[in-house]
C-alpha cells in the first residue's frame, strides 16, 4: 500500500495508524506509540504525527486508501476539517477496488457537510490481500 500510495499518488509523507476503530476520533488515535512504525519502510509516522506536521503545513492534500482509511466518523471528520483548515482537498483512493479516485474540495465540503457520506461507513468491507493456501502434496 505504501509503494503504491507514492507512486499513483505522488505522496511525500506518509503516516499510518496500525490498529484503531475506523470511527476513532483522530485526534485521540496512537496515543500509545506501536513499535511496529519503526519497521514499516517509507512510513513518516502515525496519526499523532501527521497532526504535528499539519500545524507546520500551508497547503495540503491529504490522500487515502478508501474513505473508512481516514474515518468513518463523519462529525469527527467535519471537525478535523475546522481545525485544520490547511487541508484543501482529501483524494479517496479506491483504485485497487472500483478504479476510482474521488476528490473532496473541503471548502466547500464544510459548507454541504452531507456530501461527505462518502466518510459515513462503507457499504462493504475491501479485501486488500489474501493468504493463499499452501500447496499439499
Known amino acids: 500500500m505504501i509503494t503504491g500510495l507514492k507512486n499513483r499518488s505522488s505522496v511525500k509523507y506518509i503516516y499510518v495508524t496500525v490498529s484503531c476503530n475506523a470511527k476513532t476520533p483522530i485526534n485521540r488515535r496512537d496515543l500509545k506509540k506501536n513499535m511496529i512504525i519503526g519497521e514499516l519502510s517509507g512510513v513518516n509516522g502515525d496519526a499523532q504525527d501527521l497532526i504535528k506536521e499539519l500545524a507546520k503545513m500551508s497547503k495540503v492534500c491529504l490522500v487515502v486508501i ?6 468513518t466518523n463523519m ?4 471537525s478535523f476539517i475546522r481545525e485544520h483548515r490547511n487541508i484543501e482537498k482529501i483524494i479517496i483512493d479506491t483504485l485497487a477496488h472500483d478504479n476510482q479516485v474521488n476528490v473532496v474540495e473541503c471548502a466547500e465540503e464544510i459548507v454541504k457537510p452531507k456530501s ?3 466518510f459515513d461507513g462503507r457499504e462493504e468491507l475491501f479485501h486488500r490481500s489474501k493468504m493463499l493456501p499452501t500447496p499439499t502434496s
Not at 478508501?66 to 474515518?71: I, K, M
Not at 462529525?75 to 467535519?78: A, H, K, M, P, R
Request: charged letters at 30%.
Open 66 to 71: 478508501d474513505s473508512a482509511g481516514l474515518t
Open 75 to 78: 462529525s469527527d471528520l467535519e
Open 116 to 118: 461527505l457520506f462518502k
